[in-house]
T-cell receptor
Framework: DTAVSQTPKYLVTQMGNDKSIKCEQN?????MYWYKQDSKKFLKIMFS???????INETVPNRFSPKSPDKAHLNLHINSLELGDSAVYFC?????????????FGPGTRLTVL | GNSVTQMEGPVTLSEEAFLTINCTYT??????LFWYVQYPGEGLQLLLK???ADDKGSNKGFEATYRKETTSFHLEKGSVQVSDSAVYFC????????????WGLGTSLAVNP
């Protein structure tokens, strides 16, 4: 059974479009994250939710809007896509909001903006 | 601020060679330290961790010791396999804001048969 799943796996779109990425975890965790990984593998935290409450909101353009309808789901909506948004986006989850807790990652969504 | 510095890759080794990937950190307080691994086309997964000075984390033949005196957490494996080819990330829990990890830039390892 997949622990952290993301859809879609690949997303190719034009500049200016709006797109969403969905994430679900079946681990019973209370904390979920969105990360962005660029082409050089640099990993950057974007957002984190604990029990549906936003607890980490890094310096991210406000075109990016996360939504957590419940503890098991965290979605990422991106408006007005730009070339620089091309990256792999990873969802992760953990039990507890502390950085001490192991994070479980999804397989990633590769976003290509043309 | 807190930070993690990893040796730059890519690292290329032959099968059965000894591996060291250096990681040093700057932190206030007493962070926990982690190594995560990312296999090609996959998400990251925890490889090992250590929560206090002199702790040794180990998993799948990999080891790392939390050295407070040298602020280091170097990853080692005595004999690498082709299947170890991956990107390895060192990370620390941010004691100032313990809700997030501070990540290194990642070190790519390629093991040739």
């Amino acid at each position: 059974d997949t622990a952290v799943s993301q859809t879609p796996k690949y997303l190719v779109t034009q500049m200016g479009n709006d797109k969403s990425i969905k994430c679900e975890q079946n681990l019973g965790h209370d904390t979920m994250y969105w990360y962005k990984q660029d082409s050089k593998k640099f990993l950057k935290i974007m957002f984190s939710y604990n029990n549906k409450e936003l607890i980490i909101n890094e310096t991210v353009p406000n075109r990016f809007s996360p939504k957590s309808p419940d503890k098991a789901h965290l979605n990422l909506h991106i408006n007005s896509l730009e070339l620089g948004d091309s990256a792999v986006y990873f969802c992760a989850s953990s039990q507890g909001a502390s950085g001490y807790n192991e994070q479980f990652f999804g397989p990633g969504t590769r976003l290509t903006v043309l | 601020g807190n930070s993690v510095t990893q040796m730059e890759g890519p690292v290329t080794l032959s099968e059965e060679a000894f591996l060291t990937i250096n990681c040093t950190y700057t932190a206030t307080g007493y962070p926990s330290l982690f190594w995560y691994v990312q296999y090609p086309g996959e998400g990251l997964q925890l490889l090992l961790k250590a929560t206090k000075a002199d702790d040794k984390g180990s998993n799948k033949g990999f080891e790392a010791t939390y050295r407070k005196e040298t602020t280091s957490f170097h990853l080692e494996k005595g004999s690498v396999q082709v299947s170890d080819s991956a990107v390895y990330f060192c990370a620390l829990s941010d004691a100032g804001n313990n809700r997030k990890l501070i990540w290194g830039l990642g070190t790519s390892l390629a093991v040739n048969p």
